[in-house]
């Protein structure tokens, strides 16, 4: 039973780690002052550009950077439609999900039809996202199992959440951010130029969900080009885990490997015990997000509140 329980945890990690990914990536989208709803279609542009590259150049190094500048490319668009053009966020963002969805779809029939069936990678590129195992630590019973013993990309995800929290907090830059997410005309008056500010964490933060989406078409997919079935909606929880972890990326760490263990439950509760059909297990993850969504709306707090200007253009000649 205990050896059940370790293997549940290090389960929820593993599959939780892409929605860390996404989710780090649309809290600094939002602290910039944009809600972009193109979380989903960012992800699956960074699936197929992380998985052709690391297909045809057995490359992890090369596919992730690929998976981050694809999804970069369309976060770039919507920063386009809605910063400079003033497009509304909503559309603009569910457009990005649509075109994003829609691209990928399409090049990854070509690229299947091209190499006549669904491309593998290679087995050097599954090994180069093996668990690192690292020794001694990854020996400590229990925990080293647990925390030291995972692929690369679940570290990387790790790091870029506390790098973000840092970049949110305690540096210069980062706290003209939060001003321009809060009260961009005040941010105005005082010096800070919104839109560059705007325009590069879309960007930066696009780009981090891609590397969630190649997360999954390289280690959930194991390394298998499946059309229609890599992403599967975790664009979608990941918007709600922004609200869940209160945009704060540390917390987003914890909050994705819970909705990461919904993911994983199937596979941990014996058949023996209670006979529960697969779609209602595939169904918790959702199920958690409405309650998620629903609880938030009525909690009311400040501090751990949308920043003020999410969502909302910004016109500088309404100064």
Same mark, same amino acid.
């Given at each position: ?81 809605? #910063? ?75 790091? /870029?959440? #506390? ?66 079935? /890599? ?60 309650? #998620?969504?629903? /609880? ?24």
């Amino acid at each position: 039973m205990n050896n059940m329980f370790v293997n549940f945890l290090i389960a929820s990690i593993v599959s939780g780690a892409p929605l860390l990914f996404a989710t780090v990536g649309e809290i600094l989208t939002e602290k910039a002052g944009n809600l972009n709803l193109g979380v989903e279609g960012m992800m699956w542009m960074g699936a197929l550009a992380g998985f052709y590259v690391a297909y045809k150049t057995e490359s992890v190094t090369l596919a992730i950077f690929s998976a981050f500048c694809f999804a970069a490319l369309g976060a770039f668009i919507y920063a386009l439609l809605t #910063v400079t053009f003033k497009a509304n966020q909503n559309v603009t963002g569910l457009t990005l999900t649509t075109f994003g969805i829609g691209l990928s779809t399409v090049l990854g029939y070509a690229m299947t039809s091209a190499e006549g069936g669904a491309p593998k990678v290679s087995d050097g590129v599954k090994a180069a996202l093996s668990s690192l195992n690292i020794p001694l630590l990854s020996k400590i019973p229990v925990i080293g199992p647990i925390v030291f013993n995972h692929n690369i990309l679940v570290y990387l995800g790790i790091f /870029i959440a #506390v790098l973000c929290a840092f970049y949110l907090k305690k540096t210069r830059t980062g706290l003209n951010v939060r001003a321009v997410g809060e009260n961009p005309a005040a941010a105005d008056a005082a010096g800070i130029n919104v839109t560059r500010a705007k325009y590069l964490n879309i960007i930066i933060g696009g780009g981090i969900c891609g590397i969630g989406g190649a997360y999954m078409s390289l280690i959930t997919a194991n390394g298998s080009w499946q059309p229609g079935g /890599i992403v599967n909606g975790s664009g979608w929880i990941a918007v709600a885990l922004v609200i869940f972890v209160s945009w704060s990326p540390l917390k987003a760490i914890l909050g994705s490997f819970v909705f990461g263990a919904f993911n994983a439950l199937s596979n941990y509760v014996p058949a023996s015990v209670i006979e529960i059909p697969i779609s209602i297990y595939q169904m918790l993850p959702f199920i958690l997000t409405i309650l #998620v969504l629903i /609880i938030t709306s009525i909690r009311e707090s400040r501090e751990n509140s949308q920043p003020a200007g999410c969502g909302v253009n910004y016109f500088r000649e309404d100064r």
